[in-house]
Each structure stands twice: as structure tokens, then as C-alpha cells.
């Protein structure tokens, strides 16, 4: 599975945007898809995942403003950004884990096998 994540850009504090994960291969719909983001001096951290049914996780500093989706026929997954902070301000990854049964939500980045190149989100204020 190959990921390109685009999407990312400079917005003002309470701006939105949307990020948009887009993959190749035949079985998109089989693996969980998470995104991570990683600040400036901070490590990686979790920020949304989504099963291939479509349950959904977020992480607590963006449950409210953050919304991951799917489309497993147009194999992309989306994060809709809401109510931007300047703490939000990162380089996003978005990454993939093979999980046909959606045992449980993937947290760490080291569980993942695929990831995108990233793409930065500058919140300023």
C-alpha cells in the first residue's frame, strides 16, 4: 500500500481544513487507517483512527474538532479539522495497518507498516 497525504496548509486560529489520505492497492477496505501528528521538538502522537467498518477513535485533545472518514471505494481516508488551535500546528502522517477484522484501535505508530509523507499544518495566531 502506497499513501499520499495532502491537504495540509497555513489557517488562522478557529479555521478549518481538510486532509485528505489517498492509497493505492486492492485492499484499501482491509486495513486500518490512522493519522499522527508530529510537532516541532515533540514526538509522534495519535491523533485519529478509523476501522473498516468505520468505527472510529480519537484522540482527547481533538474529539469535538477532529472527524476521521473513509471511503473504501475511493480508498482515501479524510480528516476534517475543525476549531484549529495553534498547538494543532504539526506535520500530519497518515498510515496504515493490515486489519480485517478491526480487532482494536491501533495507538502506536510502531504497530503501523505504511505511512504517507506527511503534510504540514501551520496554525497561527
Known amino acids: 500500500v502506497q499513501l499520499r497525504a495532502s491537504g495540509g496548509g497555513l489557517v488562522q486560529v478557529g479555521g478549518s481544513l481538510r486532509l485528505s489520505c489517498k492509497a493505492s492497492g486492492r485492499t484499501f477496505s482491509n486495513y486500518y487507517m490512522g493519522w499522527f501528528r508530529q510537532a516541532p521538538g515533540k514526538e509522534r502522537e495519535f491523533v485519529a483512527g478509523?476501522?473498516?467498518?468505520?468505527?472510529?477513535d480519537h484522540a482527547d485533545s481533538v474529539k469535538g474538532r477532529f472527524a476521521i472518514a473513509r471511503d473504501n471505494a475511493k480508498k482515501k481516508v479524510d480528516l476534517q479539522m475543525n476549531s484549529l488551535k495553534p498547538e494543532d500546528t504539526a506535520v500530519y502522517y497518515c498510515?496504515?495497518?493490515?486489519?480485517?477484522?478491526?480487532?482494536?484501535?491501533?495507538?502506536?505508530?510502531?504497530?503501523?507498516?505504511?505511512w504517507g509523507q506527511g503534510t504540514l499544518v501551520t496554525v497561527s495566531s
Open positions: 498510515a496504515a495497518v493490515w486489519d480485517l477484522y478491526h480487532s482494536r484501535t491501533y495507538y502506536r505508530d510502531d504497530e503501523y507498516t505504511y
Open positions: 478509523i476501522g473498516r467498518t468505520g468505527s472510529t
